[in-house]
């Protein structure tokens, strides 16, 4: 069994949403202000644990545990459990801030969790209390201590650049990440359209950031690199370790993309599918199913459309010289 969708994309990958609430408050990703669901509309545990062993049955072998900020729902450790318990999980993941990381990570990885993603887009503690709007950054730190004390791994940094804020920070951040066993992932600042605040001239391109880390560490492509993954991996030369790029915006990459996404405030128990989101490409506004979030690579495949951010996107990047890249 598998989920195939209309363009023949097998998934085996699902992301579960547990709640759309955070603890900061990153430009880039929401409103200043956010308007939250009610409690009552967000997926019970058992909900959400019942929905990951239906798809499990149906070919999912990959769990990753996602937000808003997943550490800020009460108990999650529980759910971990439940979820490292069904039959047929191969992989059990989690994307967090790291603000909470620290207390947490101990019971998280005896509960099962295995692999754990912490977002950090600066070491700069002014900066980061600019960009995230908390002053946060010990706390992140410890927690990466924490979750790597705890035997939870491989651990990885995903980044993202802004320019005129922290694009000069590439370099810094991954030599942080050699020095403690941390992969880095860059991830280009997408067009999520929260506050409606993406603009093109603060993109940061891959291509940039690798000739600026391999200026410094020579960087080879990982032969045995997933083709499915959102990342490009990048291994370094000298054998210490990898950092990876996921270009959405300038090389679009989802139509090799094996996930799929369930939202924190819907249910299978309704009478309509569940509501999903292909690597968080399009417009947080506009809720639209599968086959419509689909935002392929190039050469771009005619019978896969992108969705309306998507493709504004990638429209004034193609427009751009070699050197305004």
């Not at 990958?13 to 669901?37: G, K, Q």
């Not at 545990?65 to 989690?94: H, K, M, N, W, Y």
């Not at 920070?169 to 280009?188: Q, S, T, W």
Request: with cysteine; aromatic share 6%; hydrophobic share 40%.
């Amino acid at each position: 069994m598998a989920f195939v969708d209309t363009f023949g994309r097998i998934h085996d990958d699902l992301r579960l949403s547990i709640t759309d609430r955070c603890n900061l408050r990153c430009a880039y990703c929401m409103p200043h202000e956010p308007v939250w669901y009610p409690h009552e509309a967000i997926l019970s545990f058992e909900e959400i644990t019942r929905v990951a062993r239906l798809a499990i049955g149906e070919g999912v072998g990959k769990l990753r545990v996602t937000g808003g900020e997943p550490l800020v729902r009460r108990d999650v450790a529980s759910l971990i459990g439940s979820l490292a318990a069904l039959p047929g999980v191969t992989d059990l993941s989690l994307t967090t801030n790291g603000v909470l990381l620290e207390p947490l990570a101990g019971e998280l990885r005896s509960a099962g969790l295995r692999r754990v993603n912490v977002s950090l887009d600066t070491l700069d503690r002014a900066r980061f209390a600019r960009m995230s709007g908390r002053d946060r950054l010990p706390e992140v730190l410890r927690g990466l201590a924490a979750a790597a004390a705890a035997g939870i791994g491989p651990i990885k940094i995903n980044a993202v650049l802004l320019r005129g804020e922290n694009e000069h920070e590439a370099v810094d951040l991954v030599r942080f990440g050699r020095d403690h066993g941390y992969e880095v992932r860059f991830i280009e600042f997408m067009p999520l359209e929260n506050d409606r605040s993406w603009d093109l001239g603060r993109v940061v391109g891959g291509s940039e950031v690798r000739r600026a880390i391999a200026a410094v560490w020579p960087i080879v492509r990982d032969p045995a690199g997933d083709p499915h993954a959102p990342a490009s991996r990048f291994l370094f030369e000298d054998g210490s370790g990898a950092v990876g790029f996921i270009d959405s915006v300038t090389a679009p990459f989802c139509a090799a993309c094996s996930r799929i996404r369930l939202t924190s405030d819907d249910s299978l128990y309704r009478a309509s599918p569940a509501r999903t989101w292909l690597c968080g490409s399009t417009a947080a506004s506009a809720p639209i199913g599968l086959a419509q979030c689909s935002k392929p690579v190039s050469p771009v495949p005619p019978s896969v459309p992108l969705s309306p951010s998507c493709a504004s996107a990638r429209r004034k990047w193609s427009e751009l010289s070699d050197d305004q890249r």
